[in-house]
């Protein structure tokens, strides 16, 4: 009889422990905090050729950059991802063996005109190597960008333009068409500047209105 009333006794325990985890679980749920938003599905990356995504984010500087913007001004618009964390996009602003020569991310731009907007983007996301505020402005000055550097911390204009390594350079037409997108010229890794200049030839071919030879090539970061 005793040991009956001593299993009845716990069992009832046990029932209570369950029962207390049940409300806790209720009242928190109740009373947490409120679910985080959804947001929608990443979409798949633009297609070269197809109608470049617009987008709208913010510099160092706090000032707003829309795509529309600039097409609608008729403007060539070159994307270079750029990440401060990434030696391959430290070599594209740093002077080669002739100090004397402009860094080839620059020599490029230089080679375009002034009526070519740039923008820089970093899809970094918080945390992550590269997504320091307080680095990409040293490293800005450091490197003396003269581009304003966007910060795409959500990484979704990246995922929209397919962007896969730094720098991945993206080309887009006064017509608003994504007509380029991969590496900057032939060099690459190895020798940034040095060879043929996919970006230089792409923004010609959107001057005259017509697609260049070589839409696509493989970024390397």
């Not at 001593?6 to 422990?17: D, E, I």
């Not at 990443?42 to 510099?59: H, K, Q, W, Y």
Request: proline residues 9%; negative net charge.
């Amino acid at each position: 009889m005793g040991g009956t009333r001593t299993l009845s006794g716990l069992a009832a325990a046990m029932a209570f422990v369950v029962l207390a985890s049940c409300w806790t679980s209720a009242a928190d749920a109740h009373q947490g905090a409120a679910p985080k938003p959804k947001l929608p599905p990443l979409p798949a990356p633009v297609r070269v050729g197809d109608a470049a995504p617009d987008f709208e984010l913010a510099d160092l500087n706090g000032q707003t950059h829309r795509l529309s913007d600039y097409t609608a001004q008729g403007k060539t618009v070159v994307l270079e991802w750029f990440s401060p964390a990434c030696p391959v996009c430290v070599a594209y602003y740093t002077p080669g063996a002739d100090a004397e020569a402009p860094p080839p991310m620059v020599a490029t731009h230089e080679a375009l005109g002034a009526d070519v907007v740039w923008l820089c983007i970093n899809s970094s996301a918080p945390g992550k190597p590269g997504s320091d505020l307080a680095e990409n402005a040293d490293s800005v000055k450091g490197l003396n960008i003269h581009f304003p550097l966007l910060m795409d911390f959500s990484g979704r204009v990246g995922q929209a333009y397919g962007a896969r390594r730094t720098p991945h350079m993206m080309v887009i037409a006064p017509d608003g068409r994504l007509v380029y997108r991969g590496s900057c010229d032939e060099g690459g890794r190895d020798a940034p500047g040095t060879g043929r200049n996919f970006v230089v030839e792409a923004v010609n071919s959107a001057r005259e209105g017509r697609l260049p030879l070589i839409m696509e090539t493989q970024a390397v970061g």
